[in-house]
Antibody
């Protein structure tokens, strides 16, 4: 079945870095745009970044631009989020999600991974 | 950025009730709205896309409508498993793909 599994979360000090991974299975990963979305504790959803099926056209939320980098390795069916200069306000559960509609102009996220928690604290 | 404002923020209802959640966009986004359901400790799940299209596998008691700036998610007859938080999302051709603040649907 279609599955996304995030990993790499943990506790990190402010200013440090972390790399998240999202392993995809059950579908042709290289055919789909992918997104990262985060959710701070007891808060709503915030779109973070996305990239096209071939790794091009990367886009970021203003809150992470210049600090986070999204990438993918289609040979490994894996999506990444490199997070640098982390701040307390980056504390959140980070979800990866497949975009099943971008090719038709109807962007929508399905499915989502289970999420990985990043805690930025000294 | 396009802002998405949901109402109400929380809602109490009973099994069998009909429930409507609204979402207003800060500018016209045609029919580019998705709706997600999230249960505690779980990832969001896509319910409705393009304002009114039901995602495969989602029960038909869920429906969506609207275009331009005003959108609604309706649950025709609440079931116990429907108590969750619901989010709208704009998917117009401009990033960021912003979400509403969420509507928490609780059991009365």
């Amino acid at each position: 079945q279609v599955q996304l599994v995030e990993s790499g979360g943990g506790v990190v000090q402010p200013g440090n870095s972390l790399r998240l991974s999202c392993a995809a299975s059950g579908f042709r990963f290289s055919d789909y745009a992918m997104h990262w979305v985060r959710q701070a504790p007891d808060k709503g959803l915030e779109w973070v970044a996305d990239l096209r099926y071939d790794g091009s056209n990367k886009n970021y939320a203003d809150s992470v631009k210049g600090r986070f980098t999204i990438s993918r390795d289609n040979s490994r069916n894996t999506l990444y989020l490199e997070m640098n200069s982390l701040r307390a306000e980056d504390t959140a559960v980070y979800y990866c999600a497949r975009d099943v509609g971008s090719s038709s102009g109807r962007v929508r996220f399905d499915p989502w991974g289970q999420g990985t928690l990043v805690t930025v604290s000294s | 950025d396009i802002q998405m404002t949901q109402s109400p923020s929380s809602l109490s209802a009973s099994v069998g009730d009909k429930v409507t959640i609204t979402c207003r966009a800060s500018q016209s986004i045609n029919s580019n709205v998705n709706w997600y359901q999230q249960k505690p400790g779980k990832a969001p799940k896509l319910l409705i896309y393009a304002a009114s299209s039901l995602q495969s596998g989602v029960p038909s008691r869920f429906s969506g409508s609207g275009s331009g700036t005003d959108f609604t998610l309706t649950i025709s007859s609440l079931q116990p498993e429907d108590f969750a938080t619901y989010y709208c999302q704009q998917s117009y051709n401009t990033r960021p793909y912003t979400f509403g603040q969420g509507t928490k649907l609780e059991i009365k």
